[in-house]
């Protein structure tokens, strides 16, 4: 599923992009771009990385 809509960024290439080393939600955001226009999906952004970050 899409996380962001303005970036087009889904939730398996953030979980990917934690797998291959990302290990903040920061990281991730500076990765990928997300959050990075409307913030709106800053939120579920956040969680995803925090799951996934929580199963690695
Ligand atoms: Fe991510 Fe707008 S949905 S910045």
Redesign the pocket.
Known sequence: MYV????GVTDTQIRDAVYEGCCSYREVRGTLG????????ACLAKQVVRETIAEV
């Open positions: 962001c809509l303005c970036e997300i959050a990075s226009q409307c913030g709106k999906c």
